[in-house]
């Protein structure tokens, strides 16, 4: 399969392009590929997968769609547009009721329930994220919220953005003077992703946080002893969060991209999600 073969089925975006003004450093990573052993890992962690998580398909969007992150509806029922309800159980909430939920968003035009999601997704159930969330929404010392109309505004740009010109261009927006306070990378492109995944997978989004950083500095940091990497930057310093740049994003999708490319010579269908939850469930070489 060449870089430029698009799978069966949902768009992947297998040959996202590195962007022109990219470090040498990071073309030698992205065009190298994976090396023996990484593509092992991938592997034997698909196969671990489908056993830990009930999946009886093999299908990438299948196992994809069965990750699943606890969520309390409570925690989230004061915010506009919460797509929860109130009650104080957990509740499993999966990648396909992400994608449904943005799906109801695309047919009724309004995405505050889908940024409402995004960051009760992100945080599951415990942590500061209903006090981020009241930030967004209320403001705090550190900046004033936008109008909860701007803020739908901007959100529907974000999405049209993505579905004309794609994930970096709808990353650029949400992460440069239209941004909405509060509302940053690790979140944002959870946003994209599931508005993406409802489009058709078109856009190429997947997300990115802080944890997903770290899995990527890692193949970085094995690579720092090839010629490529000569008095490139520090993987710490290149993939130090969380405010990617657009440019960054870009190298993300592009290994990504190569990463599944590479994975699917095994014989079995490979996309970027799988990679980016395979990389999200599990620290790269542990299992």
Not at 54 to 72: E, F, K, M, R, T
Not at 86 to 98: G, H, K, Q, T, Y
Not at 172 to 198: E, M, N, S, V
């Amino acid at each position: 399969m060449s870089m430029q073969d698009p799978p069966e089925g949902r768009g992947h975006c297998l040959g996202m392009p590195l962007p022109p003004n990219a470090f040498t450093f990071d073309g030698g990573v992205v065009e190298g590929g994976l090396r023996p052993k990484e593509r092992d890992w991938f592997l034997r962690q698909r196969r671990e997968w489908m056993a830990d998580s009930g999946c009886h398909s093999d299908d990438p969007d299948d196992l994809v769609d069965a990750h699943n992150i606890p969520v309390v509806p409570s925690r989230w029922a004061g915010f506009p547009e919460s797509p929860f309800g109130a009650d104080a159980s957990p509740l499993s909430v999966s990648r396909r009721d992400m994608t449904d939920a943005a799906q109801r968003c695309r047919d009724d035009g309004c995405w505050l329930p889908l940024l409402v999601a995004s960051v009760a997704w992100g945080w599951g159930r415990s942590g500061f994220g209903p006090t981020r969330l009241r930030w967004i929404f209320n403001g705090n010392a550190r900046w004033e919220a936008l109008p909860v109309a701007e803020t739908q505004r901007r959100l529907a740009t974000a999405v049209e953005t993505l579905d004309r010109a794609g994930a970096v261009e709808a990353y650029r927006y949400l992460a440069g003077d239209r941004r909405i306070p509060g509302f940053g990378p690790a979140f944002f492109t959870k946003f994209l992703y599931f508005a993406d995944r409802a489009g058709g997978g078109q856009g190429c989004a997947l997300i990115l946080d802080d944890r997903l950083a770290r899995q990527i500095r890692r193949f970085w940091r094995c690579r720092t002893d090839e010629p490529y990497a000569a008095d490139g930057p520090s993987p710490d310093w290149l993939w130090q969060g969380s405010a990617w740049t657009a440019r960054r994003y870009q190298i993300y999708l592009a290994f990504m991209g190569r990463v599944a490319v590479d994975l699917s010579e095994s014989g079995e269908r490979w996309t970027p999600g799988l990679v980016e939850l395979l990389l999200f469930r599990r620290r790269l070489g542990q299992g």
